[in-house]
């Protein structure tokens, strides 16, 4: 693994406030672009600068599963998709003809993050979270639905709010883990 600095422009912070501008640009860019696993992803790479892939793989992983709004929250999709970039089994580790050695680095890191989302949300799933912060699930593919969730601050302050946890406890772990360095 190796180990990345902070962008120029966020050189110079502390901890505190690097984990708080994590948080702030999380918000922003989920109240501007609407997608969960991806402005998760792209707050780290804004303060990271790493492969823009990584942003673009995290397409279709928001809004509880290509936003079906089913399945697991796309914050920690994105933010478990970062983890993975910096903790994650290489390709040349992988084998069709013999065994090797598990990702067990890349699934001990990420438990970190999930074990967040559950002292803090007591569940993983996007319904849930859902129910938590509106006090019902929302089913996105509904228009009508959709504009319920909308109007009710969906992308206003309460999903921008996971969005900014998400990325926050993610750059928190990568400096607990050596992976980021002020």
């Not at 966020?10 to 918000?27: C, P």
Request: proline share 4%.
């Amino acid at each position: 693994m190796a180990t990345v600095k902070v962008r120029e422009k966020y050189r110079g912070l502390s901890r505190q406030q690097l984990l708080d501008k994590a948080y702030e640009l999380g918000v922003k860019c989920d109240q501007n672009s609407q997608s969960c696993s991806q402005c998760t992803a792209a707050t780290l790479h804004e303060l990271l600068g790493f492969d823009d892939v990584i942003v673009k793989a995290a397409s279709s992983s928001c809004g509880g599963q290509a936003g079906q709004a089913v399945g697991t929250c796309g914050a920690l999709i994105g933010g478990t998709i970062v983890l993975d970039y910096f903790f994650g089994r290489p390709v040349e580790d992988i084998s069709y003809t013999d065994i090797v050695k598990p990702p067990w680095e890349a699934m001990e890191v990420a438990k970190v993050l999930y074990d967040r989302y559950i002292k803090e949300y007591g569940t993983i799933i996007c319904p849930h979270i859902q129910a938590q912060l509106f006090g019902r699930h929302y089913y996105f593919p509904d228009p009508e639905d959709m504009e319920k969730f909308e109007k009710a601050g969906g992308h206003e302050d309460k999903c921008p709010h996971v969005v900014g946890n998400a990325a926050r406890w993610v750059m928190g772990i990568l400096l607990d883990k050596g992976a980021v360095e002020l």
